[in-house]
């Protein structure tokens, strides 16, 4: 049975920080692709960033140059590190996998101006 579990959000000021970790099982982690999404109140999940079991990793633009997407294959974790917060990165942050298209149950994350 595949599990994703999100912990990290919380409320930080602008400018602040957060990591968001995802702990994940029931599935091969090196194989899969995972990834972070989000979505904000009245939009639709939108991709933050992903990174395969081994290459290049992928960020939207809007979090380019402040977030930073991790994975530890031993620990079958993947990790956001966000810096730079700002409001508008106001969302319930997803975890994701490849592996059957899986989500954790989110975990949110409220940037005060």
């Known amino acids: 049975q595949v599990q994703l579990v999100e912990s990290g959000g919380g409320l930080v000021q602008a400018g602040g920080s957060l990591r968001l970790s995802c702990a994940a099982s029931?599935?091969?982690?090196?194989?899969?692709?995972m990834g972070w999404y989000r979505q904000a109140p009245g939009k639709q999940r939108e991709l933050v960033a992903t990174?395969?079991?081994?290459?290049?990793?992928n960020y939207a633009d809007s979090v380019k140059g402040r977030f930073s997407i991790s994975r530890d294959n031993a620990k079958n974790t993947v990790y956001l590190q966000m810096n730079s917060l700002q409001p508008e990165d106001t969302a319930v942050y997803y975890c994701?996998?490849?592996?059957?298209?899986?989500w954790g149950q989110g975990t949110q994350v409220t940037v005060s101006s």
């Open positions: 029931g599935f091969i982690f090196i194989d899969s692709v």
């Open positions: 990174i395969p079991g081994v290459g290049r990793t």
């Open positions: 994701w996998s490849s592996w059957s298209g899986s």
